[in-house]
């Protein structure tokens, strides 16, 4: 019991915790994007919704708009192209709050 509080606290651990928590949020969450859906979603990107920057495919992240720790489904609705900057400070922030963060919103 003692070795696995240990095991927990190291990088492997978290990341680990992290992922076993991702997928009960997603099982749970029961979203209906199908994966051809997914692509042509991926393929008719051309720029960051939250900063307007000109983004490829390379660095083109899908972001949940209403993060899926804050209730937001898995849907194609909910579903926004976002560079990897943008999605990275983003993180589960409220998109409200993120917007008016970076200019978006008054």
């Known amino acids: 019991m003692e070795r696995n509080k240990e095991y927990a606290k190291t990088e492997m651990g978290?990341?680990?915790?992290?992922?076993?928590q991702y997928r009960r949020r997603t099982v749970l969450k029961n979203g209906d994007v199908t994966t051809n859906?997914?692509?042509?979603?991926?393929?008719?990107?051309?720029?960051?919704?939250?900063?307007?920057?000109k983004i490829n495919r390379e660095s083109l992240n899908v972001d949940h708009y209403i993060p899926i720790s804050k209730g937001g489904l898995h849907t194609l609705s909910n579903l926004v192209h976002s560079c990897e900057h943008c999605n990275k400070v983003k993180n589960d922030k409220d998109p409200i709050i993120f917007a008016q963060s970076v200019g978006k919103l008054l």
């Open 37 to 53: 859906q997914l692509s042509e979603f991926i393929n008719s990107c051309s720029k960051c919704y939250w900063c307007g920057k």
């Open 14 to 20: 978290k990341l680990i915790k992290k992922n076993i």
